[in-house]
């Protein structure tokens, strides 16, 4: 039995929480974090919203742990306030999606980042079978998801059956009958996971396929399943599969992402180190415990206490999961004083800061008089895992992108030369033309991270300059990178029948080749802020409703290209439209991540965000404040 789940908090620490205890509050917090972490991140099946959604489990904790009666009860009373926190962001998405014309069929969306079922692979070192069984959760039918997170933790020796029931509100003879019922659906799941992955191949299981885009859900199980009970050569893969209760006993949780958990105490820290994911915090009444007003708890070190991770920080000012333990740190200590959550005016409509503040970056090549930074970036306080920049080499580039607060960045290569990467940012390399498609620049990607942009607007010849077919041919040595890979970002067009993307797309299907995310690019050119957030909402409406992939948004801006000259609005209109257009982003469930154009300010470059290091325009000041 793993020792993390049941190192939750005892009887007395509880009890002493309750009556106020600042030091026994952060210490219940700290232990509850790891199971909170687990339950909420597989049953939203690595959603960019798990940081929230844990961090509201984790406010209504301390809100109302002095009501509860039975501090001995205390894991199950947590686990059904987990449960709780879950069905309602799946209420919200729903209305969400009904809301909005054209999205109702949108499903959830997973962060390839966060995606729970290859963290558990990557993380606990899974192998063979157990892998396929991780694998296999990914095509459960969604209201499985959340039972699958609390029977998981179950095998694996966290909780028991009755807190299982307790938090689902069910007895356990229906527990019992819904747990067999999705195990049958993963063990038929675990059958596709074997036959897909078989070498050689069953021929006939790839006329199956010939329609799946390559993304699992519990239709393609149906029908993939269908074909393995009745073919024998796929029927014969799956005679050697072990029972999944056997594979899954004695596994522990899956470790706390690094960057939350530095903050916990030794006791309940994590038993191996991870990428960082920090909760971000909802506003919300002031934690139980003696602490002074408008004072922040701080830990035995000195630094921020757990609770005041998990309540005293505006909503979304918390590190993705590449994001380290300062940026967290320097999100909680400027948190009241640069993003207030409710501003009266938007806080770029404010004078400078003397402090240095953020910026963005253009889709330009690197300028090559560009000089490396002398010193090291201050740690941003990365305000949205989504929120990033395209950046070129200018003077003051490296303290500018710290300033931005931009949690990943691009400079149209596979490196980032002068450019010094932020503490909690990161960056992302692209192969940027046919002529990048080397050894070195593909070794270059496969050690710069998990994720490849590909083609910079082939459909240009001022750009990448390609054929359909050229990108196809080269698209299986990119493949061999492992990387997780955007798809060639076109100028315009993306969702046109016929067009460069929609033709690229019908070959990478055809050939089997794989393409993880969409990625666009979008520049408007009505300046008024209303109808420029509607015809960019309706582009990436039609790119998903036509692809059903995630999609990258990594250029936009308002510039009217006309004649051969650029034409710009206002910098007020400007900082109008990305405060606007950021707010709606934020709400479409399958985009994943957007990159504004770009970083640097100059008479030629007017979208910009820093004319130096430290000196925002106003744009620049809108895109630290957003979200």
Known sequence: MSSAGRALPDVGLVVAARQGDQRALDDVVAASLPLVYNIVGRALRGHADVDDVVQETLVRVIRYLPALNDPAAYRSWLVAITIRQVRDWETRRRVALNRDAGLDAIHNVPDPASDFAGMTILRLGLTDQRREVAEATRWLDPDDQELLSLWWLEETGEIARNEVADALGLSP?????????????????????????ARPGCPDLGAVTTEWDGTPSSLWRKRLARHVRDCAFCGRLGTTLLPIDRLLAGLPLLPLPAGLGAHLPNAAAPAAAAP?????????????????????????????????LAVNRPRGLVPSLAAGVAAAVLAITMAVVILPDEPSAPSWAAPPSAAPTAVATPSVAPSPSAR??????????????RKGVGVWNFGGASQALANSRASWYYTWGT???GISTPRGATF???IRSAENVTAAELARAKAAGPYLLTFNEP????????????????????????????????AWGAP????????????????GHRVDFITLHWFGADFTTATAVAQLRQYLQAVYQRYRKPIWLTEFALIRFAGGASQFPSQQEQAAFLTAATAMLGQ?????????????ATDKDRSGLFSDGTEATVVGRAFQAAR
């Open 372 to 385: 490396p930074s002398s010193k090291a970036p201050v740690a941003p306080a990365v305000s949205s895992a």
């Open 459 to 490: 459909d240009l010849p001022e750009q990448a300059n390609m054929t359909v077919e050229q990108a196809l041919n080269l698209w299986p040595q990119l493949m061999a990178t492992g990387s997780k890979l955007g798809s060639p970002a076109v």
């Open 428 to 430: 992302v390399p692209m």
């Open 588 to 600: 479409l469930p399958y985009l994943q991540r957007y990159a504004w154009f770009g970083l640097p």
């Open 276 to 308: 960082a994911v920090a909760p971000p915090a909802p506003t919300a009444g002031p934690a139980a415990g003696p602490t002074p007003q408008g004072a922040v708890p701080t830990d035995a070190g000195g630094g921020p206490s757990v609770v005041d």
């Open 496 to 511: 046109d029948p016929q067009g460069w993307l929609d033709r690229f797309m019908t070959g990478a299907r055809a050939r």
């Open 415 to 417: 490196q980032h030369p």
């Open 173 to 197: 003879g229906h527990v019992a009958v819904r747990i067999h019922r999705m195990k049958e659906q993963i063990q038929s799941a675990r059958g596709v996971v074997r036959a897909l992955r």
